[in-house]
Each structure stands twice: as structure tokens, then as C-alpha cells.
Nanobody, 122 residues
Framework: EVQLVESGGDLVQAGGSLRLSCAAS????????IGWFRQAPGKEREGVSC????????YYADSVKGRFTISSDNAKNTVYLQMNSLKPEDTAIYFC???????????????WGQGTQVTVSS
């Protein structure tokens, strides 16, 4: 059974940092690209970052470039999202998901985790 479990969400002050984890089971990170998405109340789910299972290339939304870093640890079958210089507008539920291609379009993803809440206070 394919499962994705996010963790690491928390309440943090603006300017602070968090590291989110996405633990995968039922497949290996060689099988699928992994993306991070977020959804704020009343807004559509948006792509934040993704990492290719083919060549390890990484992609970022313009809103997080230079602040967020995606990485993977194949030995732990886990993908991370390091978030620095957090802003109140980063507040959302963060999800990880698996797809056959690295893209920031949520519709392209097959498997989803349950999400983890990130709240950034001003």
C-alpha cells in the first residue's frame, strides 16, 4: 500500500525556519517524483516544490525560491522541505504527493499525504 506521511509542521514566528518531512512507504523514491503543495483557507492548492526521481532536478514556485529547499534521502525513503525566512503568507496546510513526473501541477499527482499545518505569526 502506498503511503505518504508528512510531519514537522508547527507554529513559528515570521523569519523563522521549519523542516517538513515526507516519509514514503509502499514504493521507493526511485519510482516517483515527489512534490510539496500547500493550501491556505479559501485558496486553491498550489505547488511549492518538487524533486525528480529521474535526475534529481528540483523546481520551486517563484514565491518560495531562495527560501525553501527540497531534498531527498533515499536510504530513509524520505523527502524534506527546508523552509527558511518564513512569512505569514506561508501559512497553510502542506502536503506531499507522488507523481510519474516532476511538476508543480497538483492534478498530475496520484498519491497524497494527509498534510501538516504550518502557521507563521507576524
Amino acid at each position: 500500500e502506498v503511503q505518504l506521511v508528512e510531519s514537522g509542521g508547527d507554529l513559528v514566528q515570521a523569519g523563522g525556519s521549519l523542516r517538513l518531512s515526507c516519509a514514503a512507504s509502499g514504493f521507493t523514491l526511485d519510482d516517483y517524483a515527489i512534490g510539496w503543495f500547500r493550501q491556505a483557507p479559501g485558496k486553491e492548492r498550489e505547488g511549492v516544490s518538487c524533486i525528480s526521481n529521474i535526475d534529481g532536478n528540483t523546481y520551486y514556485a517563484d514565491s518560495v525560491k531562495g527560501r525553501f529547499t527540497i531534498s531527498s534521502d533515499n536510504a530513509k525513503n524520505t523527502v524534506y522541505l527546508q523552509m527558511n525566512s518564513l512569512k505569514p503568507e506561508d501559512t497553510a496546510i502542506y502536503f506531499c504527493a507522488a507523481s510519474s513526473q516532476a511538476t508543480l501541477y497538483p492534478i498530475m499527482y496520484y498519491y497524497w499525504g494527509q498534510g501538516t499545518q504550518v502557521t507563521v505569526s507576524s
